[in-house]
C-alpha cells in the first residue's frame, strides 16, 4: 500500500526553525519530481518547494527562497524540507507528494498523485 507520512510539524515562534520530513513506503520516490504543499485554513493549497528526481534541481514559491530548502534522499525514499525565519504567514499544514510522472510541471498539485495526511505548522508571532 501506497503512504507517504509527513513528520516534523509543531508550534514554533516567529523567527524559528523546523525540518519536515515526508517518509514514503510502496511507492517509490526516484525518477519523479517530489515536492511540498501548504494549505492554510480558508485558503487554497499552494506549492511551496519541490526537487527533480536526481536532487540536482530545487524550485521554491517565491515568498520561500532563501528561507525554506528542500532535499531527497532517494536511498531512504525521504524527503525533506528544512525551514528558516519563519514568519506567522506560514502556518498551515504541510503536504508532501509525489508527481505523476518525470516530467510534470511541479508547480501544480494536479500534477501530483500521491500524497502525505499532512502535517500542521504554526507559527506563533
Known amino acids: 500500500q501506497a503512504q507517504l507520512v509527513e513528520s516534523g510539524g509543531g508550534l514554533v515562534q516567529a523567527g524559528g526553525s523546523l525540518r519536515l520530513s515526508c517518509a514514503a513506503s510502496?511507492?517509490?520516490?526516484?525518477?519523479?519530481?517530489i515536492g511540498w504543499f501548504r494549505q492554510a485554513p480558508g485558503k487554497e493549497r499552494e506549492f511551496v518547494a519541490a526537487?527533480?528526481?536526481?536532487?540536482?534541481?530545487?524550485y521554491y514559491a517565491d515568498s520561500m527562497k532563501g528561507r525554506f530548502t528542500i532535499s531527497r534522499d532517494n536511498a531512504k525514499n525521504t524527503l525533506y524540507l528544512q525551514m528558516n525565519s519563519l514568519k506567522p504567514e506560514d502556518t498551515a499544514v504541510y503536504y508532501c507528494?509525489?508527481?505523476?510522472?518525470?516530467?510534470?510541471?511541479?508547480?501544480?498539485?494536479?500534477?501530483?498523485?500521491?500524497w502525505g495526511q499532512g502535517t500542521q505548522v504554526t507559527v506563533s508571532s
Open positions: 526537487i527533480n528526481w536526481s536532487g540536482g534541481y530545487a
Open positions: 510502496g511507492v517509490t520516490f526516484s525518477n519523479y519530481y
Open positions: 507528494a509525489r508527481s505523476k510522472a518525470r516530467y510534470s510541471d511541479y508547480r501544480w498539485a494536479y500534477e501530483y498523485d500521491y
